[in-house]
């Protein structure tokens, strides 16, 4: 038996409580903190990477892998590393700027055990192709994945979608435009069908026409404001793709004269900081909870502990916008 597991079985507590002790933790009672550094001190056990490692077959290592980061990305990936250090784990960071190549590093490293185990927040490579290195050890997506090719937390989108179209024709506005992202994931997908079936079940017009896609920032949304104002007829509102493209459409419309919300209603999704400064109606997205749920998923295999998460909802948040 090694030392690490003498730990538990003389203290009492699990595997978890024991790593956040060595870790220097927050999250540990004064009295588990006590026993268990009292029965490290007897045991004559060093609490240092090397050791871990040793006692426990693990590198205590979590790889990350994205094509690139965002100030939504940004979010998740300081959650996750906090909970992970909670956890004595350490992460590192795979940037693949969308090459396959670049990308399967992070899936051979998990096979020659450099790192534990790896969260997916985008990959370019075939999910089946990537599931085969689930026998080296947890994998978890950020990504939707689709079929169960990898455990994914993702949320499915149209659930928030839904919301903002219930507010938004509970509020007048029939006509409403979309702006999507990538035309062929699954978030699109999700969004476009929520559209669709909502506008159909209310015998409102599903207006196809004022579909757009590849609109994910700023300057897109600016520009799909002038290309609406100049179009023969301005939807009422608009649904977009994330928060940064309603800042666009906001500044833009300010700048061509567009009363928002009174001629043009913006709704964004995922309540970032900026979205609560400049008063856009959104959606949040509980994405810090999600990189909760994905250290968790993890944690199931590393720690071989089952931790419930709590169950996440999107939720309306209405400001000037709309």
């Known amino acids: 038996m090694s030392k690490f597991d003498e730990i538990i ?13 060595i870790n220097h933790s927050p999250h540990v009672s004064d009295e588990a903190r006590a026993k268990i550094t009292d029965i490290m001190r007897q045991l004559n056990y060093v609490p240092n990477r090397n050791a871990v490692s040793l006692s426990t077959g693990q ?16 979010s998740f990936l300081e959650r996750f590393i906090d909970i992970a250090m909670d956890y004595g784990f350490q992460t590192i960071i795979y940037t693949t700027r969308d090459d ?30 990537l599931k085969t290195y689930c026998e080296y050890g947890p994998i978890v997506s950020w990504q939707r994945m689709g079929n169960d ?13 839904r919301l903002a179209l219930e507010h938004l024709v509970s509020r007048g506005y029939t006509r409403i435009a979309n702006m999507f992202g990538r035309v062929d994931s699954l978030n699109t997908r999700s969004r476009r069908e929520a559209y669709e079936d909502f506008m159909s079940s209310q015998g409102l017009p599903v207006l196809r ?12 949304g600016e520009e799909m404001v002038r290309r609406l104002a100049a179009a023969p007829e301005m939807p009422q509102a608009v649904l977009c793709a994330n928060d940064y493209v309603a800042m666009g459409m ?33 959606i949040r997205n509980p994405i810090a909870d999600q990189a909760v749920h994905a250290f968790y998923r993890l944690w199931e295999v590393l720690g071989r502990e089952l931790i419930e998460p709590k169950r996440l909802e999107y939720e309306l948040i209405a400001r000037e916008t709309t």
């Open 9 to 21: 079985k003389l203290s009492g507590y699990s595997r978890a409580t024991i790593s956040r002790v």
């Open 59 to 74: 590198t205590n290592q979590i790889g990350m892998v994205m094509a690139s980061t965002s100030e939504i990305i940004l």
């Open 250 to 282: 906001q500044a833009e419309a300010r700048r061509q004269g567009i009363d928002v919300p009174r001629q043009l209603a913006i709704v964004g999704f995922d309540d970032s900081e900026l979205a609560r400064t400049l008063g856009i109606t959104t």
């Open 100 to 129: 396959k190549e670049s990308e399967l590093r992070a899936f051979e490293d998990l096979r020659s055990k450099r790192v534990d185990g790896l969260v997916i927040i985008t990959c370019v490579n075939d999910p089946k192709m």
């Open 149 to 161: 090719e990898i455990p994914s937390i993702a949320m499915d989108q149209g659930e928030g979608y």
């Open 209 to 220: 026409d004022w579909y757009h896609y590849s609109v994910f920032n700023v300057s897109n």
